[in-house]
């Protein structure tokens, strides 16, 4: 069965930069050149939430791994993180000294990374919201950075036409791929780790192999790709172009699998749920649309149970898809071996929503206190000018 447009969110005023979902798929964040943050409920009659708080365009947002915060970067030069809630309460990081093109969590929710017009690629701690440290070998605009899913490596997609591997630790530029013959718009890490895709302004999308350094696929296109995700599985690789048309990609057989229709003008973002089942995709055309993948779910579900059943043991999450690797993209995976029994199973996936749970209110909490700080602040600095005053009134009566 092909896949098919679910639905259609209406409410942006200009075009949309880009899209995540939740963890557990009920939200969808979208953002906009309107200025403005929206959470989408993807459950029926529940209302969308729109976050006002940039000064300028929202040009990209992000859910932390456990889904109770939204990052956003925008062309006021500050990165936000939201709590998606009623309120929208946020807090701002001085981030850049231009646009911030790109923000991205880490896979343990502790680091985020953002790319700016200012060429520098930056890390910060979330709960502190404390700056680390900055990466700067681009010698022009930085569209997107990621980091890779065990957090040790950093990519980063510029305009200077490179896409440059880093080392989070060293903090060195480990090598550059230069094949693009424009801009890159996007570049993200494939689910295992052992390679990257990038996404260029030549019409082309590109993945390599980043323990050997090497092309291993090249894709050619219509038009500029604007942006891309991979699903989860790591079998499919789904693109957003100017022509108008999504594009889902078999990185298994190296070939395209299917183009989907349905924007008004240039696709610019596209992001698969974490389940994989669900596509959305923004446009210039204003539109948020929310498709199903509809593939055969014999393809990879084997791949995501084996994934998750061993995330929820002992947090090895990233190298259960090693038998995905990149050298065999060729070759379909091996189904592993189901005969574990439901118990131990239920067990893991209780304890594994209660850690997400608590991973979810230590994210509230840390938001609440650094909201409290703020505001401390303020209320500090109010009272340092009343005293300010006090004194001038003082001085000014017996003078």
Known sequence: EDPSLEKHFKGHRDAITSVDFSLNKKQLASGSM????????????????????????????????????????SRDKTVRLWIPSVKGESTVFKAHTATVRSVHFSSDGQSLVTASDDKTIKVWTVHRQKFLFSLSRHINWVRCARF??????????????TVKLWDKTSRE???????????????DFH????????????????????RMNRLLQHYQGNAA?????????????????????????????????????????????VAFSRAGDLIASGGSDEQVMVWKTNFDAADYGDVLKTQKSGASVDGTHHTLQSEMDCDVHLKKTKPQDSGRNQEQQEEETSLANTLEHIMGQLDVLTQTVSILEQRLTLTEDKLKECLENQQKIIQNKTS
Request: charged share 15%.
């Open 225 to 269: 790709v604007n942006s891309l995700s991979f699903h989860p599985s790591g079998n499919y690789l789904v693109t957003a172009s100017n022509d108008s048309t999504l594009t889902i990609l078999d990185l298994l057989e190296g070939r395209l699998l299917y183009t989907l229709h349905g924007h008004q003008g240039p696709a610019t973002c």
């Open 173 to 187: 530029c480990i090598h550059s791929f230069c094949e693009h013959g424009g801009f890159v718009n996007h570049v």
């Open 191 to 210: 689910p295992s780790g052992t390679c990257i895709a990038a996404a260029g302004t030549d019409n082309t999308v590109k993945v390599w192999d980043v």
């Open 148 to 161: 890779s899913p065990d957090g040790r490596l950093i990519v980063s997609a510029s305009d200077d036409k």
């Open 34 to 73: 309107d200025s403005c943050l929206m959470i989408w409920s993807m459950r029926p009659q529940m209302r969308a939430y729109r976050f006002v708080g940039h000064k300028d365009a929202v040009m990209c947002v992000q859910f932390s791994p456990s889904g109770h915060l939204v990052a956003s970067g």
